[in-house]
């Protein structure tokens, strides 16, 4: 998904979102370890995803914190 995507989205389900990446990483992993990873492209594309959805959850609690800081 874009980062627009995510932006669009709640808070609420980009985390539970961010959950489900992390979950899929771990499942990931351990095909990598197992040796049944059949594209490992995947790993790159997986964290990459999850620095996208954390980027756009930190823009967030910035910005909250900004808007109680005035």
């Known amino acids: 998904m874009k980062a627009k995507e995510y932006r669009d989205k709640e808070t ?3 985390a539970l979102e961010l ?3 992390n979950k899929k ?5 351990n ?4 040796e049944k990873l059949e594209n490992p492209g995947l ?3 997986t964290r990459r ?3 996208r959805i954390r980027t756009i959850l930190h823009e967030r609690e910035l910005a909250a914190k900004t808007v109680a800081a005035k």
């Open 12 to 14: 609420d389900a980009i």
């Open 19 to 21: 959950a489900e990446q």
């Open 25 to 29: 990483l771990f499942e990931l992993r």
């Open 31 to 34: 095909q990598a370890v197992t």
């Open 43 to 45: 790993l790159k594309k």
């Open 49 to 51: 995803e999850i620095a």
